[in-house]
Structure formats: structure tokens, C-alpha cells
């Protein structure tokens, strides 16, 4: 019995299963794609070299404008709008981060199945909210105001 | 005599550390005074800050691991106020990179049994909740206000750091109703020890209580909250200190995935500042690693305060608009 409970559980090992390979994707696709970005390879929908620049009437560069201000300028779309603009080496960038945002709902996903076998209900229902709470926040609903 | 002579060594690493970012600073507002008299152009190529944020955020990985820290504390605090970017895409970068450092350890942890997804999985929905609104408040509110909260918020975490204690295997005489039925317990090998040490959780209802007011503080300041986890779950809710540090470590990756999807729906993410700096902090982690077995862990964690300190104190006199 303390055999068993010294391991991890059969839910433990699936979610860091899923964890594990899902990682290393998201990573190398952070990577590669920003090699592709830096590299010009792909034309970028806001050119590489503007982002230091100081436009005409500001005190600072682009990338010290606020998000909102920045978005703006460029007319750069909110929410999932950034996947209109995958084939631009900047947005292309966006695919390996929705990757990594995007692991935690696939492990809780594949914990389910395990949790519901094991009529562990309190934890379903966890899960079930976990998995509907980053949905929440993934899918660009919520707006910050304010500005 | 020896006791001095490493104080002195602490205090001229930190001194070094501090004159490179005053330097960045200087150098980030010199170049925009300069590109403002000359023309709109910046007088800086591009590549020139992704570079020098590589550089600095390999350095803070290998703080980040020798000072017993998360990447994301030192990161918002000393990016936000060094560098010409805005706090929105640091915040941004910050959660990030506490999400990329916190999926890489994830697997790890869970497969030994460390990190426990039972104790993770309530507290992850009470503070990955929590982040979103903390999230939406920080974006909401006006940068200067956002540095005086944060710098007040290093300040205090210096203050954590510095005083707070921690125990190995609290004493849990009785487990709460609440973790009794969320079977939140277990049983781990202490190898330090040659024995396996049984664990169990109390004031689990106080615990998560207070995770409401770490995954808004997460979120607001892009912060990775092992600083506030580690404390909650050892201290309060006496899981002993592996179980709390790993459990931590993954929590982070569920807390800080919310938060960072509500910057990224609103455009407060930039892959120039993001990819940088994750490479640069997980680089720097697995050379910290190695730098670890041979370093004292005290001398390094009062000089990863005491840059803490500055950085709070450089962001607190930043909204402040006192050191622009």
C-alpha cells in the first residue's frame, strides 16, 4: 500500500506525459519560428526595424507604447485576430506560444478519462472548471478597459 | 576577517550588476533623446536590445536558480525598469517566461512524485482564476500606478525573503475536513534522509483564501508567484518543503497560462521581447544548475535580495516619476 502511494498516480503520469511532449513541441516552435521572424524569411506584418524606432510627436519607440496605443498604429488585431496573420514572420511566432498556453487544457483533458474511471468526482468537477476557466481566458472574450 | 572579505565580494557583484542596468537605462533614454533631435529613427539597430536582453536574462537564470527564485521576480521588475520597453509587453514577457521555465520543470516533478497534482489541481483553479482578474486589472490601470504597486511589491517580497523561515516537515497534528476529502496527502522519499516521509495538509480553507490574493498579484504584475506559493503551502498548510517548492513550480504553469492568455488576446505580447528572454533565462537556468553544486547558497541569496531590493526600488521611484 505505501509501495503505491510512494508513486505518482496513473493521473499524475498522464498529465506529465502530455506535459513532456507538448513542451518540447511548443519550445522548438518558439524557436524555429523566430529564427524564421529575425531571419526575414518571412515578410513581418510590423517591420522588424520599427519596433525601436521613435515615430514622429513621441517620446518613446514603438515598443515602449502601451499594448493598446501599439495595436492601434498598426491596426494589429486583438483576441484570435493574430491568426489571420500567421504567414507573417512576426505572427508566426504566435503558433509555438498558443502552444505552450495552450498545454494545460490538453493535460487536463487527458486526465479526465482517468479521473471519471476512478469516479473521482470532486477532482472531475476541478478539472471540468479548470478546463472551462483557460478556455475563458483563451478564447478573448475578456477585454481590459480603461483605456 | 574571511567573514568580511565575502560581504565585500557579495556587495562588488551587486554593485557590477547595478551599474550594468543603470547603464542599459541610460543608454535606452540617451537614444531616444538622440533619435528624438535627429529624426524619428533610433539612432540603435533592432537587433542591439533582443541581444542585450539575451544577455541579461541568461544572467538572471543563473540568479534565478542559485538565489532560490522563479525567472519571472527578477525578470519583471529588472526588464520593466531598465529597458525602453513597455511594462505591458514586460508583464506579458514575464508570465511567459514563468510558464515556459514552469512546463519544462513540470513533467519532471509529477513523474517523481514531487510536485503533487492533488494539492495542485484546487489551488490551480482558485488562482489561474484569480489571474485573469489580476490580469485585467493591471492592463487596465495606468503604467505608473503599475510600477508603484510592483516596486512595492518587490519590496515586500525582499522582506519575505529576508525573514521568513521555512521548515522542512511542518507538523500537521490533524488534516481539515476539506483535504480529508480531497485526499490531499502523500508520501514521498527523502533521500537526504533514507526514508520516506508521509505528508498530509491543514487550513486548507485559508490556503485557498489566500491563493485568490496571489493569482490576482500573478496576474497584475506578470510575476511568477513561487515567492507567495511556497510560503502558503509550507507554512500555512504544512506540506513539507519539497512538496511545496515542486508543487509550486507546477502550479505556476497552470496560474500563469491564464493570465498570459488575457495579454495575449490583448496584443501585450511581443515575440521579440518573449523568445529572447525564455532562451536566455532557460540557458542560464542549466548553467546555474551546474554553478550550484559548487556555490554557498547564502551568500548568493542575499545578493539576489539585494538586487531585488534595488529593482523594487528602481520601479517604486520609476511610477513614483522620482528616477525616470
Redesign the interface.
Known amino acids: 500500500m505505501?509501495e503505491d502511494?510512494?508513486?505518482?498516480?496513473e493521473?499524475?503520469?498522464a498529465?506529465?506525459?502530455v506535459?513532456?511532449i507538448?513542451?518540447w513541441i511548443?519550445?522548438a516552435l518558439?524557436?524555429v519560428?523566430?529564427i524564421v521572424?529575425?531571419s526575414g524569411a518571412l515578410p513581418s506584418y510590423v517591420p522588424?526595424?520599427k519596433?525601436?524606432?521613435?515615430?514622429?510627436g513621441s517620446?518613446?519607440?514603438y515598443?515602449?507604447?502601451?499594448?493598446?496605443e501599439?495595436?492601434e498604429v498598426f491596426n494589429?488585431p486583438?483576441?484570435?485576430g493574430w491568426t489571420s496573420l500567421v504567414g507573417k514572420g512576426?505572427y508566426l511566432?504566435?503558433v509555438g506560444?498558443?502552444m505552450?498556453?495552450g498545454?494545460?487544457i490538453l493535460c487536463y483533458l487527458a486526465?479526465l478519462p482517468i479521473l471519471i474511471r476512478k469516479k473521482d468526482t470532486?477532482?472531475v468537477v476541478?478539472?471540468v472548471?479548470?478546463v472551462a476557466?483557460?478556455l475563458?481566458?483563451?478564447?478573448?472574450i475578456?477585454?481590459?478597459?480603461?483605456? | 576577517m574571511i567573514h568580511s572579505r565575502k560581504v565585500l565580494r557579495i556587495l562588488i557583484v551587486v554593485l557590477s550588476i547595478m551599474v550594468l542596468f543603470i547603464s542599459i537605462s541610460a543608454f535606452a533614454s540617451e537614444t531616444?533623446d538622440v533619435?528624438?533631435e535627429t529624426a524619428?529613427?533610433?539612432t540603435?539597430?533592432?537587433?542591439?536590445?533582443?541581444l542585450v536582453l539575451f544577455v541579461v536574462t541568461f544572467i538572471l537564470g543563473i540568479l534565478a536558480v542559485l538565489g532560490g527564485v522563479g525567472g519571472g521576480v527578477l525578470f519583471v521588475p529588472i526588464v520593466g525598469g531598465f529597458f525602453?520597453?513597455?511594462i505591458?509587453?514586460v508583464r506579458?514577457a514575464g508570465l511567459?517566461v514563468a510558464?515556459?521555465g514552469a512546463?519544462?520543470a513540470?513533467?519532471?516533478l509529477?513523474?517523481?512524485?514531487l510536485a503533487?497534482?492533488?494539492l495542485a489541481?484546487?489551488v490551480?483553479?482558485i488562482a489561474?482564476?484569480a489571474a485573469?482578474v489580476g490580469?485585467?486589472?493591471?492592463?487596465?490601470?495606468k503604467?505608473n500606478v503599475v510600477n508603484i504597486l510592483l516596486g512595492a511589491t518587490i519590496l515586500f517580497i525582499v522582506l519575505i525573503m529576508g525573514t521568513a523561515k521555512k521548515s522542512d516537515f511542518p507538523k500537521v497534528p490533524k488534516p481539515d475536513n476539506l483535504s480529508q476529502?480531497?485526499h490531499i496527502m502523500?508520501?514521498?522519499?527523502e533521500e537526504s534522509l533514507g526514508k520516506?516521509i508521509e505528508w498530509q495538509v491543514h487550513r486548507t480553507p485559508q490556503g485557498l483564501a489566500l491563493f485568490i490574493v496571489i493569482g490576482v498579484m500573478a496576474g497584475m504584475f506578470g510575476l511568477g508567484a513561487g515567492w507567495a506559493n511556497v510560503p502558503v503551502l509550507n507554512l500555512l498548510m504544512g506540506a513539507p518543503l519539497k512538496i511545496s517548492v515542486a508543487t509550486s513550480k507546477f502550479l505556476l504553469?497552470?496560474t500563469d497560462?491564464?493570465?498570459?492568455?488575457?495579454?495575449?488576446?490583448?496584443?501585450?505580447?511581443?515575440?521579440?521581447?518573449?523568445?529572447p528572454s525564455?532562451?536566455g533565462i532557460m540557458l542560464g537556468s542549466i548553467v546555474g544548475v551546474k554553478i550550484l553544486v559548487k556555490s554557498k547558497p547564502k551568500a548568493i541569496k542575499s545578493m539576489v535580495i539585494g538586487l531585488l531590493f534595488f529593482a523594487g526600488l528602481r520601479a517604486l521611484l520609476k511610477g513614483l516619476e522620482i528616477w525616470k
Open positions: 505505501t502511494r510512494k508513486k505518482a498516480s493521473e499524475q503520469l498529465y506529465a506525459g506535459l513532456n507538448g513542451m511548443g519550445l518558439l524557436v519560428t523566430f521572424y529575425i522588424i526595424e519596433l525601436s524606432e521613435i515615430p514622429q517620446n518613446v519607440p515598443w515602449g507604447m502601451r499594448a493598446h501599439l495595436n494589429i486583438t483576441g484570435w512576426d511566432n504566435f506560444i498558443a505552450l498556453g498545454l494545460s486526465i470532486s477532482y476541478i478539472a472548471l479548470e476557466v483557460l475563458l481566458a483563451a478564447s478573448g475578456l477585454k481590459a478597459g480603461g483605456h | 531616444q533619435a528624438k524619428s529613427a533610433s540603435t539597430p533592432w537587433w542591439v536590445w533582443p525602453p520597453f513597455n505591458d509587453f506579458g511567459l510558464l515556459a512546463l519544462a513540470g513533467p519532471g509529477l513523474k517523481r512524485n503533487s497534482l492533488r489541481l484546487p490551480a483553479l489561474s482564476s485573469i490580469a485585467m486589472i493591471g492592463l487596465a490601470l503604467p476529502s480531497l502523500g508520501i514521498y522519499r520516506d504553469s497552470i497560462t491564464s493570465a498570459a492568455w488575457v495579454y495575449l488576446n490583448q496584443g501585450a505580447v511581443l515575440p521579440m521581447i518573449v523568445v525564455i532562451v
